[in-house]
């Protein structure tokens, strides 16, 4: 996506975006605005009048009637003042209605954008600066787009009428004052291009910035971080890419400060030697006291209101230009298409089974083949294991029967289709999957159980039946509220796991969601033994009427599959039985044997 650069073009974009919500609330926040910015002007208007009066009482051999128009000035100015208070405090509130409705539209496009977005896009580094853009800056913009659009409304009118003004007290001073403050746009704006360019350079290392701040104050790798003592190392290399960010940044912010100091200069020559001649007009008498109070304050406030529109027109735009990565984010396309011509497998789901043909895959950015010319074939009610190195490609072909990720070249069937022909949320609603890197969800332990089957209502039938199989009655029992214990260390009230209680939780969730074809990568991998001896009891029983693609290296698991395949340099080695992998004494025997990742 192209990054607009049009100044009227990102203005009218971030507008539009902001007045996109109900209308209630823009309308009443432009119409406060207008008056917030007219009543102040109408006040130091009264305020030249009542020197005038106070002139004219001191003079004036008729005080009586003198007297009386002054203390009608001043009550009517009294009431100017007292409405624009309440209509500024009036607008407090519906400026925060304004900027939580504005906010609540982004966070529902941001996370409806998530759910539909790849795989591809949150682990590949290629996507990551767009996602961290998006996250961190679209989410407190949209605020600060709303404050300057008010506040340019406000201050416009609010300089409209002082140059209205000073045009009455003297054309020229108009003029001076336009003057005076045009250099500061163009310094504004040309620094808001120059930050956003900054911005988008680094984005990089501000990511790893926050990371390494992640590392030295987080508590997810605390253990091994005091354990290897790197506490030190983490702060110096947060303190080095701080240092570099910090540097760069405040020279850019010299050479802004630099030119607007010499803006400054002029602008102080022209607002005192306006001073000067007003000064003059008034000793020669050619204007009144009020008249000169009024300029003084005219001109004040019209300085204020100008540098006011300004100033917010620079950050409407620097705003604006941020806003690119939220539009950004907002135009990445899932590659994996959700709704092709779909096909229902409605109650003949699995008649006949799954079979890969050629299939081979890359990650996205990378030239390395993780698995290559992969053909095999599940028949409906068998249960095959997955054995292989490290880095064999195990658990990525977890992922594309998932569907997280299409091959570059072959075909995985369903019962003879290809299951890029099933409609994407059709497929992945019809299958289950437990995965080695578990989620941790800071919830109940219910809902981290429930979370397996959201698309039904909760069934206490279905979760004793998941709870029993994952062995997690004694972990019930330690809680005083049970199911309703909620976990992690986030929250208050909430109770931390081991990582074996977690892998029982995650099981469970597995077991919950009662599909007919199931994935599982290393199910049992922190397991102690008694709970593992459960599970492998529970498992038999529980696969009879499953399709089931299980990795794994723990023997009591590969001795319940029926068939074994054996990855080895990312393409099948070997396949068959336990038993006869073992009279072959081939790769599987070996790995076996030597006991290499057992």
Known sequence: ???????????????????????????????????????????????????????????????????????????????????????????????????????????????????????????????????????????????????????????SFSLILSIVILFWVHWSIALIL????????????????????????????????????????????????????????????????????????????????????????????????????????????????????????????????????????????????????????????????RQPDSISFGKKFLVDGMKIENLSFTY?????????????????????????????????????????YDPDTGKILLDGTDIKNIELDTYRNSISALFQDFSQFHFSIKDNIAFGNVQSEFSYDDFSKATNGAGIEKLLRKFPDKENTLLGNTFEKSSELSIGEWQKIALARFFYRQSLLVFMDEPTSHLDSETEALFHSYLTTYLKDKTAVIISHKIPTLQIADRIIVLAQNTIAETGTYEELMSKKGAYYSMIVKGSNC
């Not at 309440?86 to 407090?92: F, G, H, K, P, T």
């Not at 950015?365 to 294991?385: H, M, W």
């Open 1 to 155: 996506m192209n990054i607009h650069y049009n100044i009227l073009s990102n203005l009218k974009r971030s507008i539009k975006f902001v007045y996109s919500v109900r209308k209630k609330w823009p309308i009443l926040n432009t119409g406060i605005s207008v008056f917030n910015g007219i009543l102040p002007l109408c006040f130091i208007l009264l305020i030249k009048q009542i020197i005038d009066a106070i002139t004219n009482v001191s003079q004036s051999q008729n005080n009586s009637f003198q007297f009386d128009y002054l203390i009608i000035l001043i009550a009517i100015a009294g009431l100017v003042f007292l409405i624009n208070e309440i209509l500024s405090n009036l607008a407090q509130l519906t400026k925060e209605n304004h900027i939580q409705e504005v906010n609540d539209l982004v966070f529902d496009k941001l996370h409806e954008k998530s759910s539909q977005l790849d795989l591809e896009h949150f682990e590949n580094q290629k996507y990551q600066d767009i996602l961290f853009r998006a996250r961190t800056e679209a989410v407190f913009r949209p605020a600060r787009i709303i404050n300057s659009i008010l506040a340019i409304w406000q201050n």
């Open 364 to 404: 996205p950015g990378s030239d390395i083949k993780i698995l290559q010319n992969i053909n095999f074939e599940i028949k409906a009610g068998e249960t095959l294991a997955i054995v292989g190195e490290n880095g064999a490609g195990k658990s990525t072909l977890i992922k594309l029967l998932c569907r997280f």
């Open 178 to 337: 336009l003057a005076a403050i045009i250099p500061g746009v163009f310094i504004r704006v040309k620094y808001a291009r120059f930050l956003f360019e900054w911005n988008k350079k680094n984005t990089s290392k501000e990511r790893r910035s926050r990371y390494l701040n992640f590392l030295a104050v987080g508590e997810k790798y605390i253990k091994d971080i005091r354990l290897f003592g790197l506490e030190n190392y983490f702060k110096t290399e947060f303190k080095t890419v701080r240092k570099e960010l910090k540097q760069e940044r405040l020279k850019l912010m010299s050479r802004r400060v630099g030119i607007e100091i010499l803006g400054q200069v002029f602008t102080a020559l022209a607002i005192f030697g306006s001073f000067i001649f007003i000064a003059k007009q008034t000793i020669d008498g050619a204007m009144t006291a009020g008249t000169m109070v009024l300029f003084f304050l005219a001109f004040q406030r019209g300085f204020t209101y100008f540098r006011g529109v300004v100033n917010n027109l620079a950050n409407l735009y620097e705003d604006s230009l941020f806003l690119n990565y939220y539009h950004e984010f907002l135009s990445l396309e899932p590659k994996i298409n």
